[in-house]
């Protein structure tokens, strides 16, 4: 009975029921696996380029019109050769390049602006790398044929069916104008289009922006769900992390040089150095208007004192040797505490003595 209970605890021990932990959160954003939709990334760049038409559309009707008139007027009439054939499809490369580089740029910016706000900023070789896994039929069947394979599938057919459905939302609005269009010019005909071109787009973008904000919670979940660790991992992390020998040295080893410049750093503060004289050297400091008590900023022995006294001197903060005070305070009193109540009227002499020096020097 008691083995199959070890047995069942063993089991639910291993089940990813537990949030990831900050550790691995960083790792798999190094790895580049973070929570992204690209259908947000489709629905800004499609937001952006159409709003982005009632600022470039003058320059793009200008463009285009000018190269309708310079075909009809121009080009029909040429004589098309070998000779000129070159220059003409130049020519052609360059108008449609000039029109396309405004959407282009426009595009490039939504994409940045997009994966910016669902990522930050994150650069990863990690993606890009050849995996031979993925050359195996097996797990690419798999793929296939996975549960996130049909959500993809169920998306861009409801993908389709809004788009389709806001365009034809579009239409039916401008149903009898569309009528019109025989009675219409050349340039209100192409005016007419180039808006409902407009119109069209900024219903299909509203579209996507639905959908990409209901794939976007989607993709959290996902990525939430297959982070999830179990409790023997968030156990074996930590063993991994924290219980490296060398790490754990190396860690210890900066927490006291880093402590040690910040209490050297307190010495040149202190009002006075009690000394042993040689082998210990306590500097306090005490501010009546601040403080209850004289406290300690800085201690040491041997080397460490020699350091202390020699900072000392260097700030003319003077010396008093006092060997059993010297000794009780290094033993019982931690950096940055409070004199025991014990020790006030032997520090008050010693502190009474150190301010009467210092007026007479005055």
Do not use: C
Not at 4 to 30: C, N, V
Not at 183 to 200: N, P, Q
Not at 212 to 232: H, I, P, T, V
Not at 314 to 340: G, S, W
Request: avoid cysteine; aromatic fraction near 10%.
């Amino acid at each position: 009975m008691m083995t199959r209970l070890r047995l069942d605890l063993q089991f639910f021990a291993g089940e990813k029921t537990e949030k990831a932990t900050p550790k691995k959160r960083q790792d798999s954003r190094k790895k580049g696996q973070v929570a992204k939709s690209t259908d947000v990334n489709t629905a800004i760049s499609f937001l952006l380029i159409f709003l982005s038409f009632f600022f470039i559309g003058p320059f793009m009707k200008e463009r285009i019109i000018a190269l309708i008139e310079r075909f009809y007027s121009t080009t029909m009439l040429m004589k098309v050769s070998t000779s000129n054939i070159h220059q003409l499809f130049v020519e052609l490369l360059q108008e449609t390049g000039l029109l396309l580089m405004p959407i282009l740029g426009v595009g490039m910016l939504a994409g940045i602006i997009s994966n910016y706000l669902q990522v930050g900023f994150l650069f990863s070789t990690e993606v890009i790398k050849p995996k031979l896994e993925k050359l195996d039929p097996i797990k690419g069947f798999k793929r296939i044929y996975s549960i996130r394979a049909l959500v993809e599938l169920l998306k861009s057919i409801l993908k389709i069916g809004l788009i389709g459905f806001a365009t034809f939302i579009a239409l039916w609005m401008h149903f009898d104008e569309i009528l019109r269009l025989p009675l219409l010019t050349a340039e209100e005909t192409l005016h007419f289009v180039a808006s409902m071109t407009l119109i069209m787009g900024l219903y299909a973008a509203g579209a996507l922006m639905v959908l990409a904000g209901l794939d976007y919670m989607y993709q959290k979940f996902d990525y939430e769900k297959n982070l999830r660790m179990s409790k023997q991992d968030i156990k074996d992390e930590y063993k991994k992390s924290e219980g490296d020998p060398l790490i754990k040295s190396k860690i210890k080893q900066r927490q006291r040089e880093m402590a040690m410049r910040r209490m050297m750093q307190e010495v040149p503060k202190a009002d006075v150095i009690i000394t042993n004289p040689t082998h210990y050297a306590i500097a306090l400091k005490y501010d009546e208007e601040k403080m209850d008590a004289p406290f300690v900023v800085a201690k040491g022995t041997d080397i460490l004192a020699l350091k202390i006294r020699t900072i000392a001197k260097e700030h003319d903060i003077m010396t008093v040797e006092n060997r059993p005070l010297a000794r009780a305070l290094y033993d019982q009193v931690d950096i940055d505490q409070a004199v025991p109540e014990e020790y006030f009227k032997a520090i008050a002499e010693i502190l009474a003595y150190v301010y009467k020096t210092k007026q007479k020097i005055l």
